[in-house]
């Protein structure tokens, strides 16, 4: 988005004018001649898999259709848990599923079947002779049907609480789910063959290397991201998402490398925007891919502490999220539930840092936590489903406590409706509080030891290494809830003594304590996964405000803020003037006295952000769509695979049988 002045998003500027077309309740279907005989049937991503691959029409009753419980056969929708066979039958059928069919948006759903290949259908033993149904284009032929059948989030039923209520039945810890192994996944793809050993090498580094908190998600259920998304990025008209996952690839290699060595990253980071620009000037409506692309890219814009640019990606992905999707057609699949929970993760990012409410409407968030809780109703066993609905509650609280304060700040409800709110809220957060607290109690599930972490010293600020504190394993993911709790629990205690006109509670610290004690236990951790720090950096920045000024807490600030940049997710300028004018000490240009621990690889990220923030306007034409100012002094004929990548990279595991064009990659 910094290139080709992206960053302006021209055909997103006016929110009022859409470049897609609105969804309606009622598409136009082209007219039929008159006379035919032949019934068109609108095409349903919502049937089970058994009559998707005899391609008959499912009536999708649930838990099993008509037509599989007349022919005795397995009847399995997606998103439910599938047994052995069935999985192993439906990997099988490479390519006979949708690349999107977890995730496609609705102008491929219900458009009609001209123009496509009409395959005869498959009829019961009782239906002899019954009318053959729709086929499915060889367009929308992918290698994507074995991840669909792997996926083990359910359907919930419509029904159950909608609210947290004290004194509800906790369930003991079992696990039902576990996610597969996505070792080989992305290497049996049948475009695999055809990448540039470039792009194949870092396409398993992510999937080798990089953890979801490496996206600072806090939670991936069904490793979406090293499977799903890598798959669709493989897709022949995903090109600017295969570069932008390539890119945040290489970018995460170059940190952990260190030498300050950044070409690739910039190399596959500047032609992703280049093909999202050319996408965005299509006319055509856009797809879950553009979507995925922009959020790929706002992803890689935090990472590099360009919160501006992020803002600018996270508009453009609200225009096409809601002319894609409803709040309710944005939870029909995985695919669409990882993209919204993506999504408000920036918009309360934005929120937060604009002071005010969400750009999304309040019906996104709480359709989400309606649907999540009632997941977690359907299946009190599922540890998985208890996460997704904490989530889903934490997200649909902030975004109220928001809303609140946006209003009592543009003075648009009274004092009575702003005290009401307030009485509410503080319920909430008080029942909700109790939940988590007593969710997992038994003292097994929690880490005892920390055989990596330094001995105790008087430098310490909290007693991280408390044995029940830290959930350990399966159970690792609710540290993560109760942080993102404790941030919103300690930001409505702030503002409210701020309408309030009070000053501010010591329970203030005591909470910031608290977050502070969960960073640095996760950070020692010996078996946390991958990247497990990154999730907990905005709780630093949160807790830093509200710690005491004294020389050994704002000694550990800076320390944990260097660590967080050391693993690449690197803070704007205007952070750390803030922090330098909190603490009285210029932590403008490093975080640590005399450069200790500033790592080469970010002094080099850091000197291009700082280019693209000088860079003119009226300068950004052509040199900013080159990027000559940076490549000018890069020899981009240099291996783009690193030497320790190189025997990856040539890796051709898997045949392809799929002819696809990919653009000229440097020589390597």
């Not at 063959?193 to 992510?206: E, G, T, V």
């Not at 300050?260 to 032609?271: D, E, T, V």
């Not at 038994?442 to 310490?460: G, I």
């Not at 610290?509 to 960073?519: P, Q, R, S």
Request: net charge negative; aromatic share 10%.
């Amino acid at each position: 988005m910094s290139m080709e002045s992206l960053g302006s998003y021209a055909d997103y500027d006016n929110l009022n004018q859409s470049m897609l077309p609105p969804q309606s309740g009622q598409r136009q279907r082209r007219r039929q001649p008159q006379g035919s005989e032949h019934i068109k049937h609108r095409r349903t991503r919502s049937g089970c898999y058994t009559c998707r691959q005899r391609r008959v029409k499912c009536d999708e009753n649930h838990p099993t259709c008509e037509r599989c419980r007349k022919g005795k056969r397995e009847c399995t929708y997606p998103g439910t848990p599938t047994s052995a066979s069935s999985k192993s039958s439906r990997s099988t059928l490479k390519g006979k599923g949708s690349l999107l069919e977890s995730g496609s948006s609705p102008s491929s759903e219900g458009d009609d079947d001209e123009g496509e290949s009409m395959l005869p259908g498959i009829p019961d033993d009782d239906e002899e002779g019954s009318e053959p149904q729709p086929g499915t284009s060889d367009m929308r032929k992918t290698s994507n049907t074995s991840f669909a059948s792997q996926r083990k989030t359910t359907t919930p039923a419509m029904d159950g609480p909608s609210t947290f209520q004290r004194g509800a039945t906790k369930s003991h810890v079992t696990r039902t789910t576990s996610k597969h192994s996505a070792k080989h996944s992305i290497s049996q793809s049948s475009r695999w063959a055809n990448l540039p050993k470039d792009i194949k090498a870092y396409l398993k580094y992510h999937r080798d290397n990089l953890s979801h908190h490496h996206y600072a998600f806090k939670y991936d259920a069904g490793d979406f991201l090293k499977t799903t998304f890598l798959e669709i990025a493989m897709n022949d008209d995903s090109q600017a998402l295969l570069f932008a996952v390539v890119a945040f690839s290489a970018y995460h290699y170059a940190v952990a490398r260190g030498d300050g060595q950044i070409s690739a990253f910039l190399l596959y980071y500047n032609k992703s925007i280049t093909m999202l620009h050319q996408s965005l000037s299509d006319k055509k409506r856009h797809s879950v891919t553009t979507l995925l692309t922009i959020l790929q890219l706002a992803t890689i814009e935090e990472f590099l502490g360009d919160w501006v640019n992020l803002l600018g990606h996270q508009r453009a992905a609200h225009q096409i999220l809601t002319d894609l999707f409803t709040p309710q057609t944005i939870l029909q699949d995985e695919t669409r539930r990882r993209i919204i929970s993506w999504y408000i993760r920036f918009d309360l990012f934005a929120g937060m840092m604009s002071g005010g409410e969400t750009v999304l409407g309040r019906e996104w968030f709480a359709s989400c936590a309606d649907f999540y809780h009632r997941q977690a109703f359907d299946r009190p066993n599922d540890n998985g489903a208890k996460f997704e609905d904490f989530f889903a509650t934490a997200r649909l609280l902030a975004t109220d406590v928001a809303m609140m304060f946006a209003a009592k700040k543009k003075n648009t409800i009274t004092d009575e409706e702003f005290a009401l709110r307030t009485t509410s809220l503080v319920g909430q957060l008080d029942d909700f509080r109790w939940t988590l607290e007593n969710a997992f109690k038994d003292p097994s599930l929690f880490v005892k030891t920390f055989p990596n972490a330094p001995p105790p010293s008087e430098d310490d600020i909290t007693d991280y290494r408390d044995p029940m504190f830290l959930y350990a394993g399966e159970l690792f993911t609710m540290n993560y809830v109760l942080t993102d709790f404790w941030a919103i629990d300690l930001m409505f205690k702030y503002q409210l003594t701020i309408a309030q006109r009070q000053q501010p509670s010591p329970q203030l610290t005591v909470i910031a304590l608290k977050k502070c004690k969960m960073m640095e236990a996760v950070e020692y951790y010996d078996q946390g996964p991958p990247g497990a720090v990154l999730g907990t950096q905005a709780s630093l920045g949160i807790a830093s405000l509200f710690l005491p000024k004294d020389r050994k807490h704002m000694d550990w600030c800076r320390r944990k803020f260097a660590l967080v940049e050391q693993s690449g997710y690197i803070y704007p300028p205007t952070l750390r003037e803030r922090m330098t004018g909190l603490w009285g000490e210029d932590v403008t240009h490093w975080w640590l006295p005399n450069d200790e621990g500033y790592p080469v690889i970010i002094r080099a990220i850091r000197a291009f952000i700082d280019y693209r923030a000088r860079m003119p306007p009226d300068a950004w034409a052509e040199d900013v769509r080159d990027m000559s100012g940076i490549f000018r002094s890069l020899n981009l004929d240099d291996t783009v695979v690193p030497d320790e990548l190189q025997e990856i990279g040539t890796d051709s595991d898997a045949k392809g049988e799929l002819s696809t064009h990919w653009e000229s990659s440097p020589d390597t």
